[in-house]
C-alpha cells in the first residue's frame, strides 16, 4: 500500500504491512493504551481518504438531513424507499476515483440518521434488499476497496430516526409534532441498544477485515437539540468491547461518547496540532465538498481544488488526516462536479505525494503563506503564495544538502548568507543570521500548491 520509495522509508522504521511510522506521531487516546492498542501507523501514514455519503436522501438531492430539515413522516419518506434503484452503482469507479487521486482508505455510510441500511440487516426490514434494487450494497463496495488495495472503512449512525424503539428528542423530524411524541413517551432506549449493537455486530461479522469504524455522533448536553444522547445511551462501554473483540486491529473514532483511537474535527480546519487534557492525539478533519455531506443537487457552494489541496496539506502540517466526502446521485453515479474535483487533486497528488505521505509536523517555523511537512531528511516547503523570486526561511541556513521543485526535480538554487549586508537600490539586503534564501522563478510552477523538497543534513 505504500507509496515510499526505499530510500525513504530508509528514514524511518516499518510496520508489518510496510507503512512508515511518521515521526514525531502522537500517541492514541487513553480508550487505545487501557487496553491491546491497535496499530494506527497505517492511518498516520495514508493521511487521506474518501468518506462516502449515500442512501435515501440522495434522491431527495436536497442535503443528507432533509427528514430532519423538513420534519417530514416516515410515511412521506417512504418515496424515497420506493423508487430506490441504484441502477448505476459501480464501486469499482468509487474506488479507482479515490485511488486515483491520492486517497488511500474509504468510508461508507452503512446507515445515517434516517435508518435506512446498505446493507441485508437480519435485523429490520427497512434496507436496502426491500427497495427495488433488491441486493446488498456493503460487499460490492468493501470487494472494490480491496481490490484496489485501498483500507475499508464503515461510517454508523447511532442515532435513528425511523426505529420505534429510539426515543424522540431535538434531533427527530417528528421534534414538534405533540401528538406523535406523546404516542412514543414509553420508547425505551435499551431496547434500540439492542439493535444498534446487533447491527455493529453483523458489520463487523460478515465482511472480513474492515479497517475503521466512525460512529455519528452523541450529543448529550448540546444545547442545539433538548433530550441529547450519549455514551450510557448507546451503552457505549459494552458497544466499543464488543468492536474490540470481532476486529481488534480497527480504529473507532471518539462520537460514541467515549476516548477512540482518533478525533474528528467536522467542516473546519484545527488551528494547530490537536491534543486531549494536554496530550497529542490523532485526529482526522472530515470535509465536504459543498458543505452538504449527501448528493445535493441545486447546491453550488463547491470548495475550489486549490483550496481542498490546501486543507489537505494543511492538516498533514499539523499531524492530521483529511477525510474527504463524496455524495453519489440516487443512481449511484459520482456527481460530475465530485469527480471533477478529485481529478484535479489526483493531479496534484501524482506529482506530490512524498510531501503528504508518511508525514507529519516539522520542528522548524515556515514562513508567512508556507507549510511544512517532514519526513526523516526530508522537509517539503507548500507555497500557498508564490514570492517574487526569493524566498527566506528561518533556521534553515547550513542545514540543507540540496533543494529541488518537487514537481520537476529542477533545482532551486541556495544563495550565499550575508546577514551583514545593507539594502541599496537593486542590491537585496541580507536577513537574520541563520536564514536560509532560496532564489525562485518568476514563474511558479502550474500546480495548485507548489512543493519545494529540501534535503537535510540532519532530520533531527
Not at 44 to 50: A, I, N, P, V
Not at 226 to 253: C, F, S
Amino acid at each position: 500500500m505504500t507509496t515510499t520509495s526505499a530510500d525513504d522509508a530508509s528514514t524511518a522504521p516499518s510496520t508489518a504491512d510496510g507503512a512508515a511510522a511518521v515521526p514525531g506521531a502522537p500517541a492514541a487516546t487513553s480508550a487505545s493504551e487501557a487496553g491491546a492498542a491497535p496499530d494506527t501507523t497505517w492511518f498516520t501514514h495514508d493521511r487521506f481518504g474518501m468518506f462516502v455519503h449515500w442512501g435515501l436522501y440522495s434522491l431527495a438531492a436536497r442535503h443528507e438531513w432533509v427528514k430532519n430539515r423538513e420534519r417530514l413522516t416516515d410515511e412521506q419518506y417512504q418515496v424515497y424507499f420506493d423508487h430506490f434503484e441504484p441502477d448505476r452503482y459501480d464501486p469499482v469507479r468509487w474506488a479507482r476515483a479515490a485511488k486515483a487521486a491520492g486517497m488511500r482508505y474509504v468510508v461508507l455510510t452503512t446507515k445515517h440518521h434516517d435508518g435506512f441500511c446498505l446493507w441485508d440487516s437480519a435485523l429490520t426490514e427497512y434496507k436496502v434488499t426491500k427497495t427495488p434494487h433488491g441486493r446488498d450494497l456493503v460487499g460490492p463496495f468493501v470487494e472494490a476497496c480491496r481490490a484496489e488495495g485501498l483500507k475499508v472503512g464503515f461510517y454508523h449512525s447511532l442515532i435513528d430516526w425511523h426505529h420505534p424503539s429510539f426515543p424522540v428528542d431535538g434531533t427527530h423530524p417528528q421534534r414538534d409534532d405533540e401528538e406523535f411524541k406523546a404516542a412514543a413517551a414509553d420508547r425505551d432506549i435499551r431496547e434500540y441498544q439492542r439493535y444498534l449493537h446487533g447491527q455493529v455486530r453483523e458489520l463487523l461479522t460478515e465482511y472480513g477485515r474492515i479497517d475503521y469504524l466512525f460512529f455519528d455522533f452523541s450529543y448529550a448536553g448540546r444545547p442545539e437539540w433538548w433530550g441529547g444522547k450519549g455514551p450510557d445511551d448507546w451503552d457505549a462501554t459494552r458497544l466499543l468491547a464488543m468492536v474490540r473483540e470481532l476486529q481488534p486491529h480497527i480504529l473507532v473514532n471518539d462520537r460514541a461518547g467515549l476516548p477512540g483511537d482518533f478525533v474528528t474535527p467536522e467542516q473546519y480546519q484545527p488551528s494547530e496540532p490537536m491534543t486531549a487534557d494536554g496530550r497529542p492525539v490523532l485526529w482526522e478533519a472530515c470535509q465536504t465538498l459543498n458543505g452538504s455531506w449527501g448528493y445535493d443537487r441545486d447546491n453550488l457552494d463547491h470548495k475550489s481544488p486549490d483550496l481542498l489541496v490546501r486543507m489537505l496539506v494543511d492538516g498533514v502540517s499539523k499531524g492530521g488526516n483529511l477525510l474527504l466526502n463524496v455524495g453519489p446521485t440516487g443512481r449511484g453515479d459520482l456527481d460530475p462536479r465530485d469527480t471533477a474535483a478529485l481529478e484535479e487533486i489526483g493531479r496534484w497528488t501524482d506529482l506530490h505525494e512524498r510531501s503528504v505521505r508518511g508525514c507529519g509536523p516539522s520542528a522548524f517555523t515556515p514562513p508567512a503563506d508556507c507549510r511544512y511537512t517532514q519526513r526523516g531528511d526530508r522537509l517539503y516547503v507548500h507555497l500557498f503564495a508564490w514570492p517574487l523570486r526569493h524566498l527566506h526561511l528561518p533556521g534553515l541556513e547550513g542545514r540543507v544538502r540540496h533543494a529541488q521543485l518537487l514537481n520537476d526535480a529542477s533545482e532551486i538554487v541556495r544563495l550565499p548568507p550575508a546577514p551583514d549586508r545593507p539594502a541599496m537600490n537593486t542590491q537585496m539586503g541580507g536577513q537574520p543570521a541563520g536564514t536560509l534564501t532560496l532564489q525562485l522563478p518568476v514563474r511558479r510552477p502550474d500546480t495548485p500548491v507548489p512543493v519545494i523538497e529540501l534535503f537535510l543534513t540532519d532530520p533531527s
